[in-house]
């Protein structure tokens, strides 16, 4: 029986440093974070989401439902770890004095809520009852710090998302951000926000990776998507360098390439085999009959485009195809609203594919 015991105390035991570590990596610790029970809390919601999402026909009540799906992931996580903590502290307690699981629970929940409301007995069982309070106390300091980080997260990456669309329009479009510039006579304020929005991608390639659960939080605004606005974002800054006759843009390329690595990268982060995100031979989900129709709105709002056009298409393909894949595959797994050149496109991967 004492063998059992030994091995039912280092099991909890086990069980609740794990889940202390798993806490502290996921809300202290910077940089990219592969924190295995975070990831099969936020998978296992999401997979939950979609089996039901997929089977209602109505557009806005699946928009409604994909909403909650991060919200409840976040407030689940801290609920994950309370629950492993309960059953850590529980073995480890029945592991130290073999009283009746009930008992060992009980002890178990007074410890790690500081409620006190059951007196350990003996040494043993009063060393497990302190460490679970102060466990139970730093868990409780590490959910605080958290749920705010999340919040602030969401907060900077709405502001110019909201921006974009009161700007330019909703949904966003890289051919709107442009046409609409040039009728607002911003054309001249245009490399201010490539600077803007290169400082806006460098935050995101922060805390998108960081902070993975972020990625599931839709926007306030209607109609509009973190996914589908930096789709716009890059678009414009593609149709920009490849397309429009125009002269040094010291932050385009900068803004550019900060983007669509960006794009990749949190991609990369949450599992999308990019590699096979495409078709053979295909190199990007614009065609040529789209982009000369954007051409031709974009040369009615008085945009001035180079005169080779079959040379601007080619310099767009191979810009474009930089983020192509990584963009739809993105908007496809956070449900992002119907948007231009993103969220309306396909890719040949299934929900299976999307989260791993």
């Given amino acids: 029986m004492i063998v059992l015991q030994i091995m039912v105390f280092s099991l909890g035991f086990l069980i609740a440093m794990s889940t202390l570590y798993s806490a502290t990596k996921q809300t202290v610790l910077p940089g990219r974070k592969k924190v295995l029970l975070s990831r099969t809390v936020f998978r296992t919601s999401f997979r939950l989401f979609r089996l039901v999402i997929v089977r209602i026909p109505s557009e806005q009540l699946r928009g409604t439902l994909s909403a909650l799906n991060a919200p409840m992931s976040v407030m689940l996580l801290p609920l994950t770890w309370v629950i492993l903590l309960l059953i850590g502290f529980t073995m480890m307690f029945w592991g130290v004095s073999e009283p ?174 990019l590699g096979s995100a495409l078709a053979p031979g295909v190199s990007m989900h614009v065609t040529r009959a789209e982009y000369d129709a954007a051409c031709e709105q974009l040369s009615s709002a008085g945009v001035r485009l180079k005169a080779d056009r079959e040379e601007s298409w080619r310099a767009f393909v191979s810009m474009r195809s930089q983020y192509d894949s990584a963009l739809i595959a993105l908007a496809k797994l956070v449900y992002a609203p119907e948007a231009p050149w993103s969220s309306d496109r396909k890719l040949g991967l299934t929900a299976r594919d999307l989260i791993r």
């Avoid at 605080?144 to 330019?168: D, H, K, M």
């Avoid at 010291?250 to 960006?262: A, K």
């Fill in 100 to 273: 009746s699981l009930g008992t060992a629970l009980s002890l178990s929940g007074a410890a790690i809520t500081t409620e006190g409301f059951l007196a350990p007995q003996g040494g043993a069982q009063t060393t497990v009852y302190i460490m679970g309070g102060v466990i139970g106390l730093g868990i409780v300091g590490l959910l605080i710090t958290f749920l705010p980080t999340v919040y602030s997260i969401y907060s900077q990456r709405e502001e110019v998302v909201t921006r974009v669309a009161f700007r330019f329009g909703s949904p966003p479009s890289g051919v709107k951000v442009l046409a609409q510039a040039y009728r607002l006579g911003l054309a001249q304020e245009l490399d201010q926000f490539w600077r803007t929005w290169e400082d806006w991608f460098t935050d995101l390639a922060e805390t998108h990776i960081s902070n993975s659960e972020v990625i599931f939080y839709r926007s306030s605004q209607p109609g509009t998507s973190w996914i589908t606005t930096a789709g716009a974002i890059l678009d414009a800054s593609a149709l920009y360098s490849s397309t429009v006759d125009r002269g040094d843009v010291p932050w385009l390329n900068l803004c550019f390439q900060v983007g669509s690595r960006t794009l990749s990268d949190i991609a990369t982060d949450v599992g999308i085999p």
